[in-house]
């Protein structure tokens, strides 16, 4: 078994590591005590992200906002076409490709990677697609460390081959996962509002007449 993820049809494949703007780095390493500390009830524009907040391989609208990052974790500071990768290996890959966030400073916790893909090279909506497999997640499992809690190394995604069809390719795949992903979004949001509306209708008939 190799690290790589193969794709029928492609026959260029490339490091992780020779397609990343910068190194693959894990998040902020902040204790407990610190980020309650930090912790802000006002929306400051800055923001903290865990792997909690990552949900349907998505990250989480509400994210809790904090008074300010320090100047050493600024480098951490997310850019929109990030992937954030969850270190810990589960029955699933949890990650999350990071786009309209705006004017917001969000800083992720040390559980998470932070892969930010070269736009030249790599798009990384593709990337997370790759990443969403049937292939990607035994592959990971195989290579991941530790007993009890199983995680992602660095080493293994730096080393980990990707399948590198030209980059006009990956953006049309991209775009139509972004058209999938947007119906399923809505879908989910429709689905929320049936379930809202069938709790109401016991209480609705239950209510006195007027």
């Known amino acids: 078994l190799e690290e790589k993820i193969t794709l029928g049809g492609v026959s260029d494949y490339a490091k992780l590591s020779d397609l990343v703007e910068s190194k693959i780095v894990r998040g902020a390493q902040i204790k407990a005590q610190e980020l309650e500390e930090l912790q802000s009830e006002k929306d400051t524009g800055f923001f903290y992200a865990s792997a909690k907040d990552i949900v349907d391989n998505s990250l989480a609208a509400g ?13 951490l500071v997310l850019k929109e076409g990030d992937i954030l990768l969850v270190m810990a290996m589960t029955e699933t890959i949890k990650l999350s490709y990071i786009e309209k966030i705006g004017d917001k400073k969000i800083i992720p916790a040390g559980n998470l990677y932070i892969i930010r893909p070269d736009k030249t090279k790599l798009e990384g909506l ?19 460390g ?6 992602i190394s660095a080493d293994f995604l730096n080393k980990l081959q990707i399948p590198l069809p030209p980059l006009e390719v ?17 879908l ?7 379930a ?15």
């Open 63 to 75: 994210l809790k906002p904090i008074k300010q990052i320090d100047k050493k974790f600024e480098n």
């Open 126 to 144: 593709y990337l997370k697609m790759l990443f969403e497999t049937k292939e990607a997640v035994p592959l990971f499992t195989a290579f991941s």
């Open 146 to 151: 530790g007993t009890v809690l199983r995680a």
């Open 170 to 186: 990956q953006k049309k795949l991209a775009k139509r996962y972004a058209g999938i992903e947007a119906k399923r979004e809505q």
């Open 188 to 194: 989910k949001n429709e689905l929320e509002s049936l």
């Open 196 to 210: 809202v509306q069938k709790s109401q209708i016991l209480d609705e008939l239950l209510e006195p007449d007027p």
